[in-house]
């Protein structure tokens, strides 16, 4: 128990540095330019900065700094990723989505601005994620930042993450935990995959390494999920700052309505614990990518 | 005369080909998985498979054929461009945004399958521009295919088309020629420039050469746009295949609307003219670009 709060704490202090950074260089890549394209930035602006836990820039860190990458390169890359996540709460937010008006505990991008201002600032920010990733203070080997940008691509597209968003708008194609499992991989799973082996590209780990993380990246994915599905049936709402109770007014299957929320839980355990097998070929130096596995359990508290 | 019509054979023949080639590539990369996602994969076939002119891909290769550019790459860059361009053309069309029901001739992806699919089918055609680009098939050399990636990104994002749609949403922001001149630089000429461009950077050519093409670009951006302002405002909607007279019922300045029917054309002549005076320096082999630019001019007929 000690140990588990310890992780936590480590990861906290963590977050909390991410995030600060992450705004940073956001606060600088979205300057408004002082004319009437200032509406797009401040919507961009306001989803982007200030907000969620970045997770996915944290996994981008923690998987890099076990091969010495530059921490700039890894926090560049974070923020590729997570510019790419908020693109996608930005359009699943939309009215023709899941029309959510509160995320992050502020008001949704069209909530706050209007509709077509959403669809382009989730555009932008899809765009800018590229951008970054492209650019050569990211990695001074362009072999490296393509195949950042190509397997980047690859996860939010239609083999990935968008492939999972039209698997959830149609709920009569999941219906069993198998369903669930393969909708989950695409829709989550496939950027988070991604940010773990981001280290593995920008250190050119060997491929033992990168498939250990891979198997790492695909438990925690899960186990998110499952926490995020506790969350949506047990959770709080101010304290989550989102709508919550949406599966099942949705009719969507989901881990906690096939398996119940105590078999969810243990499921989720199960996963974690997975997860921290595969980092045991690194030696000592994964404290951080443990504590992002713990914190799993630990969120829908 | 003469001269015009056989320059204007030359692009029908290049288009034709190019036509085909980017369907026969589309049709490859967008294979359906064969399972419920196959609805996302039948709406991105719908907005991209036989529709259009297919003009930024032939711009692509046209430039890329002076520097001895191999095919395959210059076609697979042209059709990252297309899909960019594409995606803009399936959210642009969105109730939210134009509200448009028709599009090269078939019903828009909003009405054809319905407004949540069309979104992740921009998305997803978003994502595939890059993930084609930062391919080793597009270019053997990672840093060339990381510049293209960069330079396609922020042609798209915020400060190009993406800034470009938000500035024709808010029509009270541009009220004479030179905001109409600034509106389109961003929404529809950054990427043309960044078409022409493609085949110096594919081409590792000199600085010089990259200049004259970005002249040749902007001039045929704007000219191409005047065309369009004039069949919006002139032509006849079942030839064009979308809907017309939109600039006028929407309360949009434009070129025709600045300078008038006449004035306007006599514009576009003089911005093809100077688009060809920057070829100059090439020598001979720039029929092609030639023949886009003279395209301008015939395409309101």
Redesign the interface.
Known sequence: MLQQLETLDLLDISSKRTCSEIDELLDEL?AP?G???D???QA?RHAAIGGGKRMRPLLVLASADLFGVAHLSALRSGLAVECIHV?SLI?DD?P??DDDDLRRGKATVHKAF????A??A???L??????I????LTHS???????L??D???A?????M??G???D??PE??TDLDGVVRLQRLKTGALISWCVEAGATLGRAPDTARMNLRGYGQSVGLAFQIADDLLDCEGDEEAAGKRLRKDEAAGKVSFVSLLGPERARSQARVLVDQAKDHLRPFGKDVSLLRSIADYALARDR
Do not use: K, N, W
């Open positions: 979205l330019p004319d009437a394209r509406r797009l930035y961009m693109h359009h939309l023709c989505m209007d509709e077509a201002t669809v382009l989730g555009d932008a899809h765009a800018l994620a590229f951008e990733l492209a650019d050569p080997d362009g072999a490296v930042r393509s195949t940008v190509r980047l691509a690859a939010a597209g239609a083999a990935g968008a492939g968003q039209i698997l708008l149609l194609g999941t």
